[in-house]
Every structure is written in C-alpha cells, then in structure tokens.
C-alpha cells in the first residue's frame, strides 16, 4: 500500500473553505519536497502546491493568496488548507513527493466539488 492515504475533500459552496490532508511516514515527510496536485474534469494533472524538506513552500499562481500548504511532524501529515474556493477548483486531489510520484505511483486522492 502507498503510504500517502488523502482525505479532507467534500462538497463546498464558493467562497467556503476546506483542509486536505495526506497521512504518510515521518521519515517520507522529512526528506521529501512533497506537494498537492489536482486532476481537473478534463484529466489534466497539475500542480497545487508544494513543500520542501526545508519547509520553503510555493504555490501556484492561481492558488495564491487562497490556499496554504504545511506539515505536521507530530501527526506525519502535508495538509492543504484551501479558502476561498471557485467552482474551477473542484477535481480530484492527490498528495505525493516532488518531482517525481513515490514509487511512480499515485493513491486515490479525494474528491473536491465547489459548488457556485
């Protein structure tokens, strides 16, 4: 089993907020950049945020100012905290290390539908 497990996702009106969070190992958290990607309606995979061992974050363009990326080595999590959120940003949401997929692999994600 991939040790990246997704949840948090849900139907939200726009405007509303919600916090995603991948469970994984401390060890995967601590010397990985790991990062947020979304897969949109028309299956593009692209992405969302990221963070680096060093705790650096960035976000992508149309995520600024609206969403935070963060982890927490007490619970061995990445969490996206999402706020503000348009109907463009409903899509399937998927944690994993950066550049490249953890053991070229990609867990179930979890599902996020803005409704306007």
């Known amino acids: 089993q991939l040790p990246l497990v997704e949840s948090g996702g849900g139907l939200v009106q726009a405007g509303g907020s919600l916090r995603l969070s991948c469970a994984t190992t401390r060890n995967i958290l601590r010397v990985n950049t790991m990062a947020w990607y979304r897969k949109t309606p028309e299956n593009q995979r692209e992405l969302v945020a990221r963070i680096t061992s060093n705790g650096i974050t960035g976000i992508a363009e149309f995520a600024e100012g609206r969403f935070t990326i963060g982890r927490d080595f007490t619970e061995n999590t990445v969490y996206l905290q999402m706020n503000n959120l348009k109907p463009e940003d409903s899509a399937v949401y998927y944690c994993?290390?950066?550049?490249?997929?953890?053991?070229?692999?990609w867990g179930q994600g979890t599902q996020v539908t803005v409704s306007s």
């Open positions: 994993n290390t950066h550049p490249r997929a953890l053991y070229g692999s």
